[in-house]
């Protein structure tokens, strides 16, 4: 995997999660979290091997599948069984798959609770001996929107002190640390919160500009000489965003793709092979891809809509600049957007520096009327679609 020498977080919990303490982890994005449980996890396997070993909880189905991954490098030499249960796949073929008793289960809290309301006491009963219970991006899964999924989750598995517990993520909030007095030897690992933020390597930039130019500046951005072959993530807030984006992006020559929540799983799967691949240069995303993806080829994350909590900024511009390497953000700031980046710039404790090579006489001259035009065709075709599934869905419906 050419991991040469451990990182900072990693040096710091894995010889404790080892002597069988509780893990509080907190890093900034790409310093290793993923193997900082892992490894440990595997170690420990290899010494009592019995299924289900460990369950890790993480909030979307990419990460879910991409720290699947990473356990099945790391295990590749110990004949490592492990099953991913989210939504979007077959519920029979995973509640085969837990029948089985893998080591590891990487799991999304809602599709895992609802294999334990209707799939039966043969598939959840491995679930009843794990050792360790892992929640990745922890601040996320700790939110009210996930607290019915995961208390059902929790609801099978051993109690507290005969398992081991470990919470990582990039920013480590109140509702993290207030688990702390629930563990057992717990060990709490943060890096200061000035350096937590993001990595020294990014280049942190922003755009002013009107709400409703806002696809003709993204085309000018991504088809400067100097951007042109950069390999590219542009966040949005909405998913029909991110769908008439990626019709006026490809209208306009560029290769792009889109993931967010309203396409199919295979679709989503799809697209981010495709990116990861670089057979497509642009990735159009909501917050579905903002959190723990490491994909090496992003040199650039645009902020098409500025998000309205600074830690989902972090988590988004963490996609690049990952390891040491070099990256850059541009947000796209309008007039609605001013409170939003100044408390990112808060949060993150530096402020933002003006981008230079897109004005707006260049966007008029080179894209202006061109977007327009594609955007328009986008937002028909979108109507159109809509309006078929709708007839569609009437006439079923009727049947």
Same mark, same amino acid.
């Given at each position: 995997?050419?991991i040469?020498?451990?990182?900072?977080?990693?040096?710091?919990?894995?010889p404790?999660?080892?002597?069988?303490?509780?893990?509080?982890?907190?890093?900034?994005?790409?310093?290793?979290?993923?193997?900082?449980?892992?490894?440990?996890?595997?170690?420990?396997?290899?010494?009592?091997?019995?299924?289900?070993?460990?369950?890790?909880?993480?909030?979307?189905?990419?990460?879910?599948?991409?720290?699947?991954?990473?356990?099945?490098?790391?295990?590749?030499?110990?004949?490592?069984?492990?099953?991913?249960?989210?939504?979007?796949?077959?519920?029979?073929?995973?509640?085969l798959?837990?029948?089985?008793?893998?080591?590891?289960?990487?799991?999304?809290?809602?599709?895992?609770?609802?294999?334990?309301?209707?799939?039966?006491e043969?598939?959840?009963?491995?679930l009843?001996?794990?050792?360790?219970?892992?929640?990745?991006?922890a601040?996320?899964?700790?939110?009210?929107?996930?607290?019915?999924?995961?208390?059902?989750?929790?609801?099978?598995?051993?109690?507290?002190?005969?398992?081991?517990?470990?919470?990582?993520?990039?920013?480590?909030?109140?509702?993290?640390?207030?688990?702390?007095?629930?563990?057992?030897?717990?060990?709490?690992?943060?890096?200061p919160?000035?350096?937590?933020?993001?990595?020294?390597?990014?280049d942190q930039?922003?755009?002013?500009?009107?709400?409703?130019?806002?696809?003709?500046?993204?085309?000018?951005?991504?088809?400067?000489?100097?951007?042109?072959?950069?390999?590219?993530?542009?966040?949005?807030?909405?998913?029909?965003?991110?769908?008439?984006?990626?019709?006026?992006?490809?209208?306009?020559?560029?290769?792009?793709?889109?993931?967010?929540?309203?396409?199919?799983?295979?679709e989503?799967? +799809? @697209? /981010?092979?495709?990116?990861?691949?670089?057979?497509?240069r642009? *990735?159009?995303?909501? !917050?579905v891809?903002?959190?723990g $993806?490491?994909?090496?080829?992003?040199?650039?994350?645009?902020?098409?809509?500025?998000?309205?909590?600074?830690?989902?900024?972090?988590?988004?511009?963490?996609?690049?600049?990952?390891?040491?390497?070099?990256?850059?953000?541009?947000?796209?700031?309008?007039?609605?957007?001013?409170?939003?980046?100044?408390?990112?710039?808060?949060?993150?404790?530096?402020?933002?520096?003006?981008?230079?090579?897109?004005?707006e006489?260049?966007?008029?001259? +080179? @894209? /202006?009327?061109?977007?327009?035009?594609?955007?328009?065709?986008? *937002?028909?075709?979108? !109507?159109?679609?809509?309006?078929? $599934?709708?007839?569609?869905?009437?006439?079923?419906?009727a049947?």
């Amino acid at each position: 995997m050419a991991i040469r020498r451990p990182s900072q977080i990693q040096i710091a919990c894995i010889p404790q999660i080892l002597k069988g303490r509780d893990c509080i982890g907190g890093a900034r994005t790409g310093s290793g979290k993923t193997i900082a449980f892992a490894a440990p996890i595997l170690q420990k396997l290899s010494e009592d091997p019995f299924g289900v070993f460990a369950l890790v909880l993480t909030p979307t189905r990419e990460l879910a599948l991409q720290i699947s991954e990473q356990f099945a490098a790391l295990g590749a030499s110990m004949n490592l069984r492990q099953a991913v249960v989210v939504g979007g796949m077959d519920m029979i073929t995973q509640a085969l798959a837990l029948q089985k008793r893998p080591h590891v289960v990487v799991a999304t809290p809602g599709r895992l609770a609802d294999h334990i309301r209707s799939s039966g006491e043969e598939a959840i009963a491995g679930l009843r001996r794990v050792k360790f219970l892992v929640l990745d991006e922890a601040d996320r899964l700790l939110t009210p929107g996930f607290a019915e999924e995961l208390e059902e989750c929790m609801s099978v598995m051993t109690k507290a002190k005969s398992r081991q517990t470990l919470l990582f993520s990039a920013t480590v909030t109140e509702s993290v640390m207030q688990l702390e007095k629930s563990f057992q030897h717990v060990f709490v690992h943060e890096v200061p919160s000035n350096s937590i933020s993001v990595p020294d390597t990014l280049d942190q930039t922003y755009l002013f500009i009107p709400t409703h130019v806002r696809e003709a500046y993204l085309v000018s951005l991504l088809t400067l000489p100097v951007n042109e072959n950069k390999s590219a993530i542009v966040f949005v807030n909405r998913a029909t965003t991110a769908e008439v984006l990626k019709r006026i992006l490809r209208s306009m020559d560029v290769r792009v793709t889109a993931l967010h929540s309203k396409i199919s799983q295979r679709e989503r799967t +799809d @697209s /981010l092979g495709r990116f990861r691949a670089e057979a497509a240069r642009v *990735l159009v995303a909501t !917050d579905v891809a903002s959190r723990g $993806l490491d994909i090496p080829v992003v040199q650039m994350v645009v902020n098409f809509d500025v998000p309205a909590d600074p830690d989902d900024y972090i988590h988004r511009v963490g996609r690049t600049a990952r390891a040491g390497r070099q990256g850059e953000s541009i947000t796209f700031v309008t007039e609605h957007d001013v409170n939003r980046v100044q408390a990112i710039e808060e949060r993150v404790g530096k402020k933002m520096s003006k981008y230079e090579l897109v004005t707006e006489n260049m966007v008029i001259r +080179d @894209s /202006l009327q061109a977007t327009s035009n594609a955007k328009r065709e986008a *937002l028909m075709d979108l !109507d159109r679609e809509n309006s078929g $599934l709708l007839r569609k869905k009437r006439k079923i419906d009727a049947r």
